[in-house]
């Protein structure tokens, strides 16, 4: 099932996961992968940036991944079980002047990650950053290596099951 739903539009953002959870009797995993936005708004230098190209990456980036999380935690604190991951650029970590609007919207989202993991440390509900350092089957960006989801899987899969203590991962191809 689909239930698609702009994440600049946090009404319809809350209700496509309230209509997944009553579909699927609850989510177990909430997935945020904002990456799917760069380009959105036009790549800027520190120098460069204007308030608006800022205002749309942290809109798009981090306030839309704490509308989605507040959207399921709830339901997963009442479980006492549940995984967030939030997947970011190699940009959150080691910015590039090119695309200083967007991997300061990116770098807060990996700080609310990280501190949401330690706020929720010994509730059972895991919450955890993976910084992608690849392209993901598409030509390379800026020089980085490609990965495949193959590849990709296995981060997503332990921080899920195993390496629930951990608060951050990166995948540098």
């Known amino acids: 099932a ?31 992968s904002p990456l799917a936005g760069l380009g959105t708004s036009a790549m800027t230098t520190p120098a460069e940036t ?20 507040k959207a399921v935690l709830p339901a997963m604190r009442e479980a006492g079980t549940g995984t967030l991951l939030f ?34 440390a010994d509730t059972g509900i895991q ?7 690849v392209t993901i089957g598409t030509p390379t960006f800026y020089g980085r290596p490609q990965a495949t989801a193959d590849q990709l899987a296995p981060i997503y899969w332990n921080l899920h099951t195993t390496d629930r203590d951990q608060a951050e991962r990166t995948f540098r191809g």
């Open 2 to 32: 689909a239930f698609p739903a702009d994440v600049l539009d946090r009404d319809a953002l809350t209700q496509a996961l309230k209509d997944a959870a009553a579909q699927f009797g609850g989510i177990d995993v909430l997935e945020y």
């Open 50 to 69: 204007d308030l608006v190209h800022m205002q749309h990456e942290i809109e798009f980036h981090l306030y839309g991944a704490i509308a989605a999380t």
């Open 87 to 120: 997947t970011t650029g190699a940009g959150s970590m080691n910015p590039q002047p090119p695309t200083a609007n967007i991997d300061t919207a990116t770098a807060a989202l990996r700080n609310w990650a990280i501190n949401l993991h330690k706020e929720l």
């Open 127 to 133: 919450a955890a950053h993976i910084g992608l350092d």
